[in-house]
């Protein structure tokens, strides 16, 4: 079968954007293709910094023929009083490109067959390849020379081979051919055959084209690099991916720096080396040395410029790092907290030293509420923002945590206050762990759903492009810090209570107070969405007060979860819905009178129903019970006619249906579960 290779050919593309670009050639050519009817095996996408490459497998030479019936006129339109075509009939002929003898007649209307041949698969990569290109998206694009188009870099050249044949189309002046360019320290200029020679004869210019193969090679090359000076070398997936899309041709070098440096945090040398200067650090028993790799994208046998270049750069990072901390260190932590008046937090909203003190009156509540040593949690709020006015941090903004745990032990500070201020911005993303000590797990908390009742009381809105103060980050953070670590947390108290300490006058608190709940509750639909079915989660969340016992609810979740995997479930899901179909309209529910109970039906299920006490079983106990009087109930509406004509009756069959309903509300809303 046959193969398509593009290559397009650039000045170096900025990393972040490779990835996605990737994915969009992916994504067009296979819609493009899909479009156009022409079936393919695969199409693999590789990226270097200067290329873009796609190849598509397994191609055939051309569409296929189709045939196509065409409805034309209605027949007393096409067909005179004599049988013969009209003019409607023979400009619907003459518009499909057949004769009018070959039209038929069905269902009161002329049809015509029409044969539709393939088209050339050359042709229509020829027609697609250059619009998907241009239809590229991402930030930072560009206009260069006198053109008028924009992409993300410059193109300088265009590979478009089917099989060994060129698609010629032009881009930007760019003509299409079979001529591709290897490393620029190696081969300016190489041929491609065909696409099959493509990686093979790139790899011999020094361009490891497959992302996933460079990727492999660095952590190949750098582990032995390592191993030579017997260091140990931790590879971080985001720095390793960024590294592999600055580099064609990866080779590792070791450099060093003085060990005077290893005084300073770990975390900012590591910082220094890994976020700033995309080095791999190196470590020994655990311990971090004064060596890391740089991944050189060189071809060549010296290395010397390189390793020098590298070790000047990092040594200057390294020397501002190690003054400020020998100026921040003249000083307790604690002596920082007055500084803290100076910084605003959010407009309206007081200082950050007033979001400390707002945090730690949540941390006490949270503690006594958790039984969590007060003292510790009280020390570590009120230092866990001190960091922030320090010259470090103020030099490395994403270290702030960091620096306040290690400032705070120099300061004579706890190691449970310590790792408490550095955890408790934990988690720091979607994927990253949540606090591990209590002490970073309550003050994060507070400050967190500070944060968040903060931006909502500011009437900010939160949409797709709008996250103020990453309150979406914040509110999941808090669900699963509570979640994970299983505390006892009553978060609709502790909302009602930030909303008390906010230092501006709220006009409609129960107003503000709905629209943060709902925002968690829709939070926590989102991120327990993996585990369980959206109609669960919703059934389960529908009339509930989650927020205050979310043990409760994902407990709630798994009755539910595997009640609608038990076989009679049909039965159960009938048997409650049938009740709240009922009573769904009702407003007023009174006590019931067993006096008016006159079918023997109704007085099954009310004798069934009424001993199950749903305030004192655990779920378990009550779906079991539950599911016990599914029978009564069938039997109930087989023979019951719910809407009598007696008011009393009626009205007292309705109070008994709600009352039952309420049982089963316990555990969640049925009418909400998909079935």
């Given at each position: 079968?046959?193969?398509?290779?593009?290559?397009?050919?650039?000045?170096?593309?900025?990393?972040?954007?490779?990835?996605?670009?990737?994915?969009?050639?992916?994504?067009?050519?296979?819609?493009?293709?899909?479009?156009?009817?022409?079936?393919?095996?695969?199409?693999?996408?590789?990226?270097?910094?200067?290329?873009?490459?796609?190849?598509?497998?397994?191609?055939?030479?051309?569409?296929?023929?189709?045939?196509?019936?065409?409805?034309?006129?209605?027949?007393?339109?096409?067909?005179?009083?004599?049988?013969?075509?009209?003019?409607?009939?023979?400009?619907?002929?003459?518009?499909?490109?057949?004769?009018?003898?070959?039209?038929?007649?069905?269902?009161?209307?002329?049809?015509?067959?029409?044969?539709?041949?393939?088209?050339?698969?050359?042709?229509?990569?020829?027609?697609?390849?250059?619009?998907?290109?241009?239809?590229?998206?991402?930030?930072?694009?560009?206009?260069?020379?006198?053109?008028?188009?924009?992409?993300?870099?410059?193109?300088?050249?265009?590979?478009?081979?089917?099989?060994?044949?060129?698609?010629?189309?032009?881009?930007?002046?760019?003509?299409?051919?079979?001529?591709?360019?290897?490393?620029?320290?190696?081969?300016?200029?190489?041929?491609?055959?065909?696409?099959?020679?493509?990686?093979?004869?790139?790899?011999?210019?020094?361009?490891?084209?497959?992302?996933?193969?460079?990727?492999?090679?660095?952590?190949?090359?750098?582990?032995?690099?390592?191993?030579?000076?017997?260091?140990?070398?931790?590879?971080?997936?985001?720095?390793?991916?960024?590294?592999?899309?600055?580099t064609e041709w990866p080779i590792p070098v070791i450099c060093s720096f003085e060990e005077k440096y290893?005084?300073?945090?770990?975390?900012?040398?590591?910082?220094?080396?890994?976020?700033?200067?995309?080095?791999?650090p190196l470590y020994k028993d655990g311990k971090l040395l004064n060596k890391f790799i740089t991944i050189?994208?060189?071809?060549?046998?010296?290395?010397?410029?390189?390793?020098?270049?590298?070790?000047?750069?990092?040594?200057?990072?390294?020397?501002?790092?190690?003054?400020?901390?020998?100026?921040?260190?003249?000083?307790?932590?604690?002596?920082?907290?007055?500084?803290?008046?100076?910084?605003?937090?959010?407009?309206?909203?007081?200082?950050?030293?007033?979001?400390?003190?707002?945090?730690?009156?949540?941390?006490?509540?949270?503690?006594?509420?958790?039984?969590?040593?007060?003292?510790?949690?009280?020390?570590?709020?009120?230092?866990?923002?001190?960091?922030?006015?320090?010259?470090?941090?103020?030099?490395?903004?994403?270290?702030?945590?960091?620096?306040?745990?290690?400032?705070?032990?120099?300061?004579?500070?706890?190691?449970?206050?310590?790792?408490?201020?550095?955890?408790?911005?934990?988690?720091?993303?979607?994927?990253?762990?949540?606090?591990?000590?209590?002490?970073?797990?309550?003050?994060?908390?507070?400050?967190?759903?500070?944060?968040?009742?903060?931006?909502?009381?500011?009437?900010?809105?939160?949409?797709?492009?709008?996250?103020?103060?990453?309150?979406?980050?914040?509110?999941?953070?808090?669900?699963?810090?509570?979640?994970?670590?299983?505390?006892?947390?009553?978060?609709?108290?502790?909302?009602?209570?930030?909303?008390?300490?906010?230092?501006?006058?709220?006009?409609?608190?129960?107003?503000?107070?709905?629209?943060?709940?709902?925002?968690?509750?829709?939070?926590?639909?989102?991120?327990?969405?993996?585990?369980?079915?959206?109609?669960?989660?919703?059934?389960?969340?529908?009339?509930?007060?989650?927020?205050?016992?979310?043990?409760?609810?994902?407990?709630?979740?798994?009755?539910?979860?595997?009640?609608?995997?038990?076989?009679?479930?049909?039965?159960?899901?009938?048997?409650?819905?049938?009740?709240?179909?009922?009573?769904?309209?009702?407003?007023?529910f009174g006590t019931i009178n067993t006096a008016l109970l006159n079918n023997q039906s109704e007085k099954?299920?009310?004798?069934?129903?009424?001993?199950?006490?749903?305030?004192?079983?655990?779920?378990?106990?009550?779906?079991?019970?539950?599911?016990?009087?599914?029978?009564?109930?069938?039997?109930?509406?087989?023979?019951?006619?719910?809407?009598?004509?007696?008011?009393?009756?009626?009205?007292?069959?309705?109070?008994?249906?709600?009352?039952?309903?309420?049982?089963?509300?316990?555990?969640?809303?049925?009418?909400?579960?998909?079935?």
């Amino acid at each position: 079968m046959n193969k398509y290779l593009l290559e397009i050919g650039t000045e170096e593309l900025a990393y972040k954007f490779i990835p996605s670009a990737m994915e969009q050639l992916k994504t067009e050519f296979t819609k493009a293709l899909e479009e156009n009817e022409i079936k393919f095996a695969d199409i693999k996408i590789y990226a270097t910094p200067r290329r873009l490459t796609v190849l598509i497998e397994d191609l055939p030479e051309k569409q296929e023929d189709v045939l196509k019936t065409v409805k034309g006129p209605i027949a007393t339109v096409a067909y005179d009083e004599n049988g013969n075509l009209t003019k409607a009939a023979l400009g619907f002929a003459n518009k499909n490109n057949i004769a009018p003898e070959n039209l038929f007649k069905q269902d009161n209307y002329v049809w015509a067959k029409i044969e539709q041949k393939g088209k050339n698969t050359k042709d229509i990569l020829k027609e697609i390849a250059p619009a998907i290109i241009l239809k590229l998206k991402g930030t930072h694009f560009m206009r260069w020379a006198d053109l008028d188009i924009k992409f993300q870099r410059p193109i300088r050249w265009i590979v478009s081979l089917f099989n060994n044949e060129v698609i010629e189309f032009e881009i930007a002046n760019v003509k299409a051919s079979n001529k591709s360019r290897g490393h620029r320290f190696s081969k300016t200029e190489v041929e491609i055959s065909n696409p099959d020679s493509y990686l093979a004869i790139l790899e011999d210019a020094n361009v490891i084209a497959d992302v996933e193969k460079r990727k492999a090679e660095i952590v190949k090359l750098a582990t032995a690099k390592a191993k030579e000076i017997n260091a140990d070398i931790v590879i971080d997936d985001e720095l390793l991916n960024e590294v592999t899309f600055i580099t064609e041709w990866p080779i590792p070098v070791i450099c060093s720096f003085e060990e005077k440096y290893l005084q300073i945090p770990e975390k900012v040398c590591v910082t220094v080396m890994a976020v700033h200067q995309r080095y791999f650090p190196l470590y020994k028993d655990g311990k971090l040395l004064n060596k890391f790799i740089t991944i050189s994208n060189f071809v060549g046998d010296t290395f010397d410029n390189i390793k020098a270049g590298n070790e000047r750069v990092v040594r200057a990072r390294l020397e501002d790092a190690i003054f400020f901390v020998n100026e921040d260190t003249q000083k307790p932590l604690v002596a920082y907290l007055e500084d803290l008046k100076g910084v605003t937090f959010q407009k309206g909203f007081g200082s950050v030293y007033d979001k400390t003190q707002r945090i730690c009156t949540l941390s006490k509540t949270i503690a006594k509420e958790l039984n969590a040593p007060i003292a510790d949690v009280e020390r570590t709020a009120l230092l866990c923002k001190a960091d922030l006015v320090t010259k470090l941090v103020f030099e490395f903004t994403e270290l702030q945590g960091y620096i306040g745990a290690d400032y705070a032990l120099r300061s004579g500070e706890s190691k449970e206050v310590s790792e408490g201020i550095k955890e408790h911005y934990f988690p720091l993303n979607a994927e990253s762990e949540v606090a591990s000590n209590i002490e970073g797990q309550i003050v994060g908390i507070a400050d967190k759903i500070d944060t968040v009742v903060t931006v909502f009381a500011d009437g900010k809105k939160i949409s797709g492009s709008q996250d103020p103060l990453g309150v979406r980050r914040a509110t999941l953070g808090i669900l699963k810090t509570v979640l994970q670590k299983g505390l006892d947390i009553n978060l609709t108290e502790l909302l009602k209570q930030t909303i008390e300490l906010l230092p501006v006058e709220v006009q409609d608190k129960t107003a503000l107070f709905n629209t943060v709940k709902e925002f968690f509750e829709q939070r926590l639909i989102i991120l327990l969405s993996d585990k369980y079915k959206h109609d669960v989660l919703e059934a389960c969340i529908s009339e509930k007060d989650v927020l205050s016992n979310l043990k409760d609810f994902i407990n709630r979740l798994n009755i539910v979860s595997n009640i609608i995997k038990k076989d009679n479930y049909a039965q159960f899901h009938e048997g409650v819905n049938r009740i709240i179909r009922i009573i769904k309209n009702e407003k007023e529910f009174g006590t019931i009178n067993t006096a008016l109970l006159n079918n023997q039906s109704e007085k099954n299920l009310w004798d069934v129903a009424s001993v199950i006490n749903e305030n004192e079983l655990s779920y378990e106990a009550l779906e079991e019970k539950l599911t016990n009087i599914v029978p009564y109930i069938s039997e109930f509406f087989e023979n019951v006619l719910v809407m009598d004509k007696d008011e009393a009756i009626k009205q007292n069959r309705i109070n008994m249906l709600n009352a039952i309903k309420q049982k089963f509300a316990v555990i969640a809303d049925f009418s909400k579960i998909v079935f």
